[in-house]
């Protein structure tokens, strides 16, 4: 069984740009899929946003972790998603920024 930590939230469609290559999102990104193959249990990153957006644009960054105390130590360490995401909040406006814990289903 997998355990993800799932981190959401939504940006102005003005700020689409920040999603583009060398932009902020982009960069975190980046950076997590850099360094969290590091992090005990670790399995995978991922992040999206949705296509389908019309007042503004849903992005989900996920981790996927071996078992919950993995997820639990990750989710304290520094490289949290919402806790790397917030260091951006100033140059980028989150907005409905949340956090959910899955496990995978049978």
């Known amino acids: 069984m997998a355990y993800i930590y799932q981190v959401s939230f939504d940006i102005k469609p003005e700020q689409m740009n920040q999603i583009e290559i060398g932009a902020s999102l982009e960069r975190t990104a980046g950076y997590l899929r850099t360094l969290l193959p590091e992090a005990p249990g670790f399995i995978t990153v991922r992040a999206m946003y949705a296509l389908d957006y019309q007042e503004s644009i849903?992005?989900?960054v996920e981790t996927a972790w071996q078992t919950w105390d993995d997820l639990e130590g990750h989710r304290h360490s520094a490289l949290a998603e919402?806790?790397?995401l917030m260091e951006f909040q100033p140059?980028?406006?989150l907005q409905h920024l949340t956090v959910h814990l899955y496990e995978d289903m049978a």
């Open 58 to 60: 849903h992005i989900v």
């Open 91 to 93: 140059h980028i406006s």
């Open 82 to 84: 919402d806790k790397v």
